[in-house]
């Protein structure tokens, strides 16, 4: 769930915004301002609405606060306060504070994080307060900068973290495109982790047990989002 979350937090911004920011990522443009958006996901996976609501000032200082639910099986909640400075030309650097929920099983996640965002880049790194968890890597390609002739946005999402004690990696492949009254689409393809079941029988002095036990597969995942921005 958790690489699900940075996958849906950074999408929004980056690219269903037109390129905006390496933000969600979260580390938005050096701007003022108030954002909001609502999406619908049709996917591989599941069904999921979503939304976000952001504010940036002139000082650097942005909050931001995004959600997803899958209706009756899950619902998450994602908090992030942080600061920006641009540090040369096209060039901002930033950290700050993250909180993640999940209210269907009560897990909290409490992270600081820290990156930077360029013209076509963004990188952010983001670390486990106490011993939740290792460090989380989050990188973004935005392919426009490197090929403005697209007619649409793209962009390349990388993601590397532990799941069920195995480090591993995640990419997804975006293209989108809003219109000028704010209304969005956009598809993408991932190759992803999922947590699976596998099931173990054994023999023991003439007892035979079975049981099951949870372990991280891998598939591709082809998902629609449909939204409008505020």
């Known amino acids: 769930m958790f690489i699900r979350l940075l996958f849906i937090i950074s999408i929004h911004s980056y690219l269903l915004f037109g390129q905006k920011s390496g933000q969600n990522s979260p580390i938005p443009e050096n701007q003022f301002g108030i954002s909001s958006g609502v999406f619908a996901n049709f996917g591989t996976s599941d069904f999921e609405i979503d939304g976000f609501f952001e504010i940036q000032t002139r000082r650097g200082l942005f909050f931001e606060t995004s959600g997803i639910t899958q209706l009756d099986k899950n619902t ?3 908090t992030s306060l942080g600061f920006m400075r641009e540090v040369l030309p096209n060039m901002l650097m930033g950290g700050g504070y993250s909180n993640y929920i999940e209210f269907n099983s009560n897990d909290v996640l409490n992270e600081v994080f ?3 965002n360029s013209k076509s880049i963004t990188g952010v790194v983001f670390l486990g307060l106490g011993s939740e968890l290792s460090p ?4 973004i390609l935005n392919l426009n900068a490197l ?3 697209l007619m649409f946005d793209s962009s390349i999402i990388g993601v590397a973290s532990e799941q069920l004690g195995e480090f591993g990696s995640d990419i997804f492949f975006n293209i989108s495109t809003t219109s000028s009254y704010g209304f969005s689409l956009g598809y993408s393809l991932s190759s992803e982790r999922y947590e699976d079941q596998q099931t173990i029988t054994f023999t023991k002095q003439g007892h035979t047990k079975t049981f099951t036990m949870p372990v991280s597969s891998k598939g591709f995942f082809n998902t629609i ?3 409008i921005n505020f």
């Open 76 to 78: 998450t909640l994602n």
């Open 114 to 116: 820290f990156g930077f």
């Open 136 to 139: 989380n890597y989050l990188g």
């Open 147 to 149: 090929i403005p002739e």
């Open 225 to 227: 989002y449909i939204g």
